[in-house]
């Protein structure tokens, strides 16, 4: 259960409380379903509590002409939100996780990761298509993705396929889809069409072996000033152990690599008796050269009191006191160990020239 929020609720002459926690989201509809959830969750362990959800844009709602990887703007659809948490406009911010730079401004952390929903990556067909998988598309069938790691992979494993870019959020792309005959199918991550109740579109999932999906992919994140100690207690109880050391090992490797939406990187974790399991990997734009490795480290560390100075320790931008800290700094340097293995076997020189040849196209 929830602790007792002192600060938030100044009790009014007849005892109603007086303040509401804003909550910050984006305002499309599965960054809508996505806040809505967190906030139930919040409302059933503080039910004396007034939750109130503010709606914005963000620069990446409003470029919609323009690939993801070319705005070359690290924090596209979390920098409005973040502005309206520095003003106190709002109290927490619910993110995508993978949506949130591995270095996060001064001043704020990741108070929770929330259990994750299927991280992969799954195929939705143009009704034509029904019942089919991409190995059965007739060739130069178009696929629609913004997303460089699934081209990167897609291109390499069939060859005799298109990939072209679709921009928009899940219904606009969903549309352009089915209403049009530009795209044969369309790439998108299963968590998304899950909350958003379209399961039933999925025509194809894609496994590890066939698509390493992003850092952060299906989890959630819900963002706060680091030193607002009570609403830091407040989200820390929504926190997913397993969750949130899958997501700082791949995070660490991401930082390591310093990538982001602009080359192709890609993870899968597992995390099984007390062990968890990082493979990652780098791309060329066309998938032709690639490195991939997996590591692993055990995670098995009871949970120390951590009273003192620990308390604002942050891995990868994620505060955690309910998670042992042995056990996040072990996913940590895993995710770091990964990267520094594929720096030192060339992944330097193959996320340089899928820079530079994304910014020349």
Known sequence: AGRP?????PQGENGACGRAVRVGTRRSQLARIQTDSIVEMLRALYPELHFEIVAMSTTGDKILDTALSKIGEK???????????????VDLVVHSLKDLPTSLPPGFTIGA????????????FHPKNCGKTLSLLPEKSVIGTSSLRRAAQLKKKFPQLEFRDIRGNLNTRLKKLDEREDFSAIILAAAGLKRMGWESRIGQLLNPEDCLYAVGQG???????AKDQEMLDMVSVLHDADTVLCCIAERAFMKRLE????????VSTMLKDGQLY??????????????????????????????????????????AKNVPGQAQEAAENLGVELASLLLSKGAKHILSVARQLNDAH
């Open 75 to 89: 924090s596209l659809f979390t920098k409005e939100l973040e502005n309206a948490l520095e003003r106190n406009e």
């Open 113 to 124: 990761v929330c259990k994750r929903e299927n991280p992969l990556d799954a195929v939705v």
């Open 219 to 225: 989890a959630l994140a819900v963002e706060v000033r």
């Open 5 to 9: 929020l002192t600060r938030l609720l």
């Open 278 to 319: 990082l493979t990652g990997a780098v791309y060329s734009l066309d998938g032709s050269d690639s490195l991939k490795e997996t590591m692993q480290t055990s995670v098995n560390y009871p949970q120390q009191s951590e009273d003192g100075p620990n308390d604002d320790v942050q891995h990868v931008g994620i505060t």
């Open 259 to 266: 990538g982001g939406c602009s080359v192709p990187v890609a």
